[in-house]
């Protein structure tokens, strides 16, 4: 046939043609199935997407938190709006409460799971039914911006805030007017309560941790470690320990156990930034406390591990200051919210 007696192109062609084998070719093909298939990595959680953001605030977000139960979560900032999100499906917002004439600080769900409270720059705080959406009492007695507050995990449902009015105060949930107030000598800039309630901790712009004893008023002990004001204070989920966040760019455990030795501060965390914004940073610990985290004004959200105070996450996206971060009760899920008036959610391992 005339074919055969062609000659062949790579025997005698200017430009030589490389000879593949069949089975090379396959196996390049089978690597790159392998390596699409490989780059997805695992699903770790339930949510829609490894990651989702969530846009509708105004203005510079403060504040988030996770619902008890993990299926909502709030946030609030500059906009005076508290938003409540669904978790699953597409994030989509539940309800938007209004009421607050100044910005929103700080908010909490209750340990029911049935209110959020919210301190804010109007003098008041908050408490709102996650139900009807209205806010449900107005507590009144700070005299400028109330910039913390938090309920009390067991025993009576009390509520502490501190505000720039250099005051600790308690309030009973069912009453309106304030049942103790605890003067501090400069603002109070994050209060938090112990594990059954009896003590209190504030810390301010002196840089000091304060820790109040309900029942005498007066102080009980003072820890002392912090070189810049105090912008978050958040107590372990065994209720032994305390994190708190500073603008000296660190991050502090310490040990808030009855009868701890006077050292109390145990470890030291340190990467995220505090800028000239001098925004209110959180912080805030996983639910087996393994991991804590702490508001950036470098656009990332640190998560370090609490035995190694290794970085395990430095999460990019935000294009403002990172103020709060959750973490999710049930499942390794993290939101976050910020100065670029976005909240994202998303899943690590």
């Not at 669904?86 to 209110?115: I, K, P, Q």
């Not at 009492?137 to 700070?142: E, L, Q, R, T």
Request: glycine fraction near 8%; proline fraction near 3%.
């Amino acid at each position: 046939m005339v074919v055969d007696n062609k000659r062949k192109a790579d025997e005698s062609a200017l430009v030589q043609t490389q000879k593949k084998a069949r089975n090379e070719v396959a196996t390049t093909n089978k690597n790159k199935q392998v390596s699409q298939l490989q780059s997805a990595p695992a699903r770790t959680s339930n949510l829609f997407a490894p990651i989702m953001a969530c846009e509708g605030h105004e203005g510079e977000i403060f504040t988030v938190d996770f619902h008890p139960e993990g299926q909502y979560f709030a946030t609030s900032g500059f906009d005076r709006k508290i938003f409540l999100w669904s978790v699953y499906g597409e994030c989509e917002n539940l309800s938007v409460m209004t009421g607050h004439t100044g910005a929103v600080t700080e908010l909490h769900f209750t340990t029911d799971g049935a209110n959020i409270i919210t301190a804010s720059t109007d003098y008041t705080l908050g408490l709102w039914d996650i139900v009807s959406g209205q806010r449900i009492k107005k507590y009144k007695g700070h005299t400028t911006f109330v910039n913390s507050a938090q309920p009390s995990r067991r025993g009576p449902q009390l509520i502490v805030s501190g505000g720039d009015d250099s005051t600790v105060r308690i309030w009973d949930q069912r009453k309106k007017q304030c049942t103790l107030t605890m003067n501090s000598v400069y603002q109070t800039t994050a209060v938090c309560f112990n594990d059954t309630a009896e003590n209190a901790f504030s810390g301010g712009i002196d840089n000091d941790i304060k820790v109040w004893d309900l029942r005498t008023k007066d102080i009980l002990y003072v820890m002392k470690g912090h070189t810049d004001t105090i912008t978050g204070l958040a107590l372990s989920p065994d209720g032994s320990y305390l994190l708190s966040n500073s603008m000296d760019n660190t991050l502090r455990i310490w040990d808030v156990r009855p009868y701890a030795p006077t050292e109390r501060c145990l470890k030291v965390f340190s990467g995220h930034q505090h800028n000239f914004e001098k925004n209110l940073l959180r912080c805030a610990w996983s639910p087996d406390g393994n991991k804590v985290t702490g508001g950036s004004a470098d656009r990332f959200v640190y998560i370090w591990d609490t035995t190694s105070r290794r970085i395990i996450y430095k999460l990019p996206g935000h294009t403002g200051s990172v103020n709060s971060v959750a973490f999710h009760p049930n499942e390794p899920i993290v939101t976050s919210v910020g100065s670029d008036k976005l909240v994202y959610i998303g899943e690590i391992d």
